[in-house]
Each structure stands twice: as structure tokens, then as C-alpha cells.
């Protein structure tokens, strides 16, 4: 069972798909939400060691309301655009995730 989390607020559907095995061998699931449910989730006490967001507006509105809470203003935080490789950014996770 991963021992970290990682939450993804966004629209892309294959993100996950393609993100499910390289967060596996960083020990990490990743926990998929609407926006809405996303907020819910940022305001709970469960642990995450990192926030996905879509580069858009909402994106940027949940990276503003994690920072606006006090057990979640130091998470990182990455805002990934669709076009974005994949690759790039599994080499952007596993930097921030094997701190």
C-alpha cells in the first residue's frame, strides 16, 4: 500500500492513467477530484506530499486556497498544462516527491 499522497484537480482524464505506475515507484497513489471536491479535500486533515493542479484559472484558484491554509502552505504545488510531456513531468515529481 503507497504511504503517500498526491492530489490531482483537474480535467485531463489520462493524466492519472499515465502518472499511475511512476508514482507507484515513488510509493505514492493518486487521489482524483473536481475542483469543488478538491477544496474539500485541501480544508480536511488527510496527508499529501503534493499538489497536481491544472495550469488554468481553477488551478491557480486551489493553489491560492492551499497557500491560504495553515497546515497546507508549505505542500508543494505543481500546475501542469495538457501539452506539457509527460516525461518532464514525471522528472518534476520524482525530484519533489524524493525529498
Not at 503507497?2 to 492513467?17: C, E
Not at 469543488?36 to 491560492?64: H, W
Not at 508549505?74 to 520524482?94: C, E, M, N, Y
Amino acid at each position: 500500500m503507497p504511504t503517500r499522497r498526491v492530489l490531482y484537480a483537474g480535467d485531463d482524464a489520462a493524466l492519472p492513467w499515465l502518472l499511475k505506475d511512476p508514482l507507484k515507484r515513488l510509493d505514492c497513489v493518486l487521489v482524483r477530484a473536481p475542483a469543488p471536491v478538491a477544496r474539500m479535500f485541501l480544508q480536511s486533515n488527510i496527508e499529501y506530499s503534493l499538489f497536481l493542479f491544472d495550469a488554468d484559472p481553477t488551478g491557480a484558484e486551489l493553489e491560492a486556497y492551499a497557500r491560504t491554509l495553515p497546515h497546507r502552505e508549505h505542500t508543494p504545488v505543481l500546475l501542469v498544462k495538457k501539452t506539457q510531456g509527460i516525461d518532464s513531468l514525471v522528472r518534476a515529481l520524482t525530484r519533489l516527491l524524493r525529498r
